[in-house]
């Protein structure tokens, strides 16, 4: 399976008034890690856009164990664990200092400029 690893330190303007990372910085920072995992196959998403290949997030999961608080340094983990033409999941593990906070999971769908579903690129959809 494509595995990836990124670091992220919790930035201040990321945390709620309890200096707690805010819920919704999760799916950034999953986001982020994504990205990262493409660009580590030596791709980026400019890449396939630029060649009519477009993911939309189709599903998006959160669990969240332990909070992460400002400045902390996170790592995040990146795992393709499914692919079909039209799809690509992936699972994600948040960890800081070894200790798993939050996990999730995405589903991508790749679509046209008119959003309409269609195969990906092969190499893309082979990506385990």
Known sequence: MLTGEIQVRVRYAETDRMGLLHHAN???YFEQARTEL??????????LEDAGFYLVLAKAEVR????AHYDDVLTVRTTVVRTSPV?????YEVFRAGTLL???STTLACVNEA???Q???EWLSEAK
Request: no cysteine; aromatic share 10%; hydrophobic share 30%.
């Open 26 to 28: 999760y799916l950034v």
């Open 87 to 91: 799809r690509l999941e992936h699972k």
């Open 64 to 67: 969240y164990k332990l909070p």
């Open 102 to 104: 939050a996990e999730g």
């Open 115 to 117: 959003g309409k579903l």
């Open 119 to 121: 195969a990906m690129p």
């Open 38 to 47: 493409l660009r580590d196959t030596g791709r980026t998403y400019r890449d």
